[in-house]
T-cell receptor, first 110, second 116 residues
Framework: GIQVEQSPPDLILQEGANSTLRCNFS?????LQWFHQNPWGQLINLFY???GTKQNGRLSATTVATERYSLLYISSSQTTDSGVYFC????????????FGKGTLLTVNP | EPEVTQTPSHQVTQMGQEVILRCVPI?????FYWYRQILGQKVEFLVS????????KSEIFDDQFSVERPDGSNFTLKIRSTKLEDSAMYFC??????????????FGPGTRLTVL
């Protein structure tokens, strides 16, 4: 099946700093989603982005499908941005099954 | 904004007991999914369901698991004889790739299952 690797595994920032999270995947995809898992365990949809670039406030994402990677940018980070960020993809012959990466644990300190 | 709901939020059960986890997908969605996340690990796909049948399942989804859409709104996951290793957060999701411009899967808040 398709493989998903996220980096870095852990990231510690001071409030106000910017960060870039990376997701590499091993096959062509028809779905790529970024999620934020909050302290209560809920998975919050950030972006649906199998290709191209999107922005939502302080967050933006870019997927370069031909090179099999996606980037999530967080600007002017806030303590509420803390949590685990997951990349999940569907592809490689399975249209709807999402395969998740192991996530990036982001800690934003005040 | 429509959302996926799940009940209960937390279920505690004894090993060997049957549990049913319930989900109400977004009303116009056609595809339904269950995923699970063991504490501290990544989210894993269990099963997808479309047109009243399983469309895909993972190796985790063995004979002790079953899914059902008993009516027009609910989607359930049954675990027949729970094991300690079934303790996890179970997420339901739904999507509408047929008519929507995206294949976005929307996740519910999860049911935390604890098997004692």
């Amino acid at each position: 099946g398709i493989q998903v690797e996220q980096s870095p595994p852990d990231l510690i920032l001071q409030e106000g700093a910017n960060s870039t999270l990376r997701c590499n995947f091993s096959d062509s995809v028809n779905n790529l989603q970024w999620f934020h898992q909050n302290p209560w365990g809920q998975l919050i949809n950030l972006f649906y982005i199998p290709s191209g670039t999107k922005q939502n406030g302080r967050l933006s994402a870019t997927t370069v499908a031909t090179e099999r990677y996606s980037l999530l940018y967080i600007s002017s980070s806030q303590t509420t941005d803390s949590g685990v960020y997951f990349c999940a993809v569907a592809g490689g012959g399975s249209n709807y099954k999402l395969t998740f990466g192991k996530g990036t644990l982001l800690t934003v300190n005040p | 904004e429509p959302e996926v709901t799940q009940t209960p939020s937390h279920q505690v059960t004894q090993m060997g007991q049957e549990v049913i986890l319930r989900c109400v997908p977004i009303s116009n969605h056609l595809y339904f999914y269950w995923y699970r996340q063991i504490l501290g690990q990544k989210v894993e796909f269990l099963v997808s369901f479309y047109n009243n049948e399983i469309s895909e399942k993972s190796e985790i989804f063995d004979d002790q698991f079953s899914v059902e859409r008993p009516d027009g709104s609910n989607f359930t996951l049954k675990i027949r004889s729970t094991k300690l290793e079934d303790s996890a957060m179970y997420f339901c999701a739904s999507s509408d790739p047929g008519t929507s411009s995206t294949d976005t899967q929307y996740f519910g808040p999860g049911t935390r299952l604890t098997v004692l």
